[in-house]
Every structure is written in structure tokens, then in C-alpha cells.
């Protein structure tokens, strides 16, 4: 009796753990629409924002001035904040959907890697160009921006927006990897079955041992489902507000600050860098896209996943 209270009181755990993941991965399928389409909205958002920006003078708001709380301690530390909360998430996804595969989960977690290479080179190059193509309004300050700006003067000079590149690409960095949330119900399924699975080879001591240790690699893997999921939809609530606050401050960038060509030049780095890493990079190469993983074909998959 104590034994059957027991497969009871699991099975409706599962139960609840299940209908917890549905809800989950229900959430994600709502908020996480395609990157492409953002792209889109971006474009169609920026433009016209950055034309009005140019041509009339708009009122002051707390949001043009600098020193708002979300400039100073949000958009200029956007990619730190990125890169935290997304190593968190990838590290948390990728051990149940590799089976607790260490070196993949490293593998996966190198997207972030390529992402930081991309963040300081392009960065770098807009702090270049704005160098060689400007100049100090004081000519006695004429040598480089740093010296001009801290001695009270202003640099003028192609000043590509570090905004609009990196927010969009954050944005779009997020919500890529947050999609692995999607067909996230369906891993526990996956795990189920092949845990409860039997037959197969019958006479190869070989063959037993691999299987077994299959197995117990998946009765790890669905352990660590039960226990991070609850922890993952916390990321998954957290990464979503943030997506929001880049997309926001994207808005308050093509509203009140830089140039339109500036601006422009800004987003097409940041939606390019997603475009030749995501939609073709990983597609085709190591460190592979979102989910990527021995549960891979067990689950049904959006072309954006993986």
C-alpha cells in the first residue's frame, strides 16, 4: 500500500510538473515571435521615429535626458546585464536537453562567446571611425575625442549609435535562446518514454551497458527538469522584461538621440550580427543553434529553434 501511495503521490507530481511546463512553454509561444519580424518592427519603427527626430524638435522627457536611472545603469551596461542572465539561462536549458553533457553544454554556452567577440570588434570599429572622421570644436583639443570631451569641448564626428546596434542585438540574442522554451513541455515527455523503454539488444554485454547508461542519463536529465524548472521560468520572466526594456530604450534612442544615418548604420550592425550568426552561422556549424542535442528529434521543432 505504502508502495502504490508512493507511485501515486509521483504520478501526480509529474502531473503538476507537466501542466507547469505546458503553461511555461505556452507563455514562451505567445511573447517569442519571430526574430525575423522583430527585425522588421525595427526597422519600421526606427526609421520614421529617427526622421521626426531630425526634422522637429521634440520636447524634453525624462527619457532624453542622459542620466535617466535606465541609460545609466541598464543601457550602458546592457551587454554585462545580457551576458549574466543569459549564461544562467543556457547553463540551466542545456544540461536537461544534453543529457548533462558537460562538454555541450560549454558548446552552447560559446554562442555567448562569439557574441562578446562581436560586442568588443564593433564597438571598437564605431570608437575608430568616430575618431578618424571627427574633429574637437576647440582645435587646441584637435588629438583624440577622449582629450577634447575632458577638457569641456565637443567631438563631432560620424558617431555611429553603440544604442541601436547593441540593444537590437541583445534583444534578438535573448529571444533567440529563450526559444528553446517553446517545445520546452515536450522534453519531459521525451525523457519519459525513453526512460521507460525497453528491448534492444539482448545478448551483447556491450550493448546492455550502453543502454543502461542511456538510461541513466535520462533518469538524470528528467531529476534536473523537475528541480530547474521552476528556476528556469524565473529567467525565462526575467529575460522577457529585459527584451522589453532594450526594445523600449531602442524607441527612446531613435526618439531623442544621434542622427538618422547614424542610427541606421547603428541597427544594421546589430540586426546583421544576429542574422550571420543565428539564422546562418549556427545553422551550419559548430557551436550549433538553441536545443541542439540528442532529444533533438523526440521533439517538434520551429525553424527558429533549432
Known sequence: QQGQAGQTKMAATRKNDKLFSSMLSSFADVLLFDPQKRIVVYWFVLIPCSIVHDLIPLPESYFSNKGNVFNQYF???????????????????????????????????????VGTAIWFVCTSVFDTILHWTGSCSNLDYNSDKRTCVKA?????GFDISGHAFLLSF??????????????????????????????GSKGKKRGKNTKK???DEREISLEWY???????????????A????????????????????????????GT???YLTYEKWYKQAFPGLPGEGP????LKRDRHIL
Not at 546585464?81 to 562538454?103: D, E, K, P
Not at 569641456?152 to 563631432?156: A, E, K, L
Not at 542622427?259 to 541606421?264: A, C, D, E, Q
Request: net charge neutral.
Open 170 to 199: 541583445c534583444a534578438l540574442l535573448i529571444t533567440s535562446e529563450l526559444s528553446v522554451l517553446k517545445t520546452w513541455d515536450k522534453i519531459q515527455d521525451a525523457l519519459e518514454e525513453k526512460s521507460e523503454e525497453r528491448g
Open 295 to 298: 532529444l533533438q528529434k523526440s
Open 272 to 274: 546583421l550580427s544576429w
Open 152 to 156: 569641456g569641448h565637443v567631438w563631432d
Open 75 to 113: 543601457v550602458k551596461l546592457s551587454w554585462a546585464w545580457t551576458l549574466l542572465l543569459t549564461t544562467l539561462f543556457i547553463a540551466s536549458t542545456s544540461y536537461v536537453y544534453t543529457l548533462a553533457n558537460t562538454s555541450a553544454v560549454l558548446k552552447h554556452m560559446s554562442r555567448l562567446f
Open 213 to 215: 547508461k542511456n538510461e
Open 226 to 240: 523537475v528541480r530547474l524548472t521552476p528556476y528556469i521560468a524565473v529567467l525565462f520572466g526575467v529575460l522577457s
Open 242 to 269: 529585459l527584451t522589453v526594456l532594450w526594445e523600449f530604450m531602442l524607441l527612446t534612442t531613435a526618439i531623442y538621440f544621434h542622427t538618422i544615418s547614424h542610427k541606421l548604420v547603428g541597427l544594421a550592425c
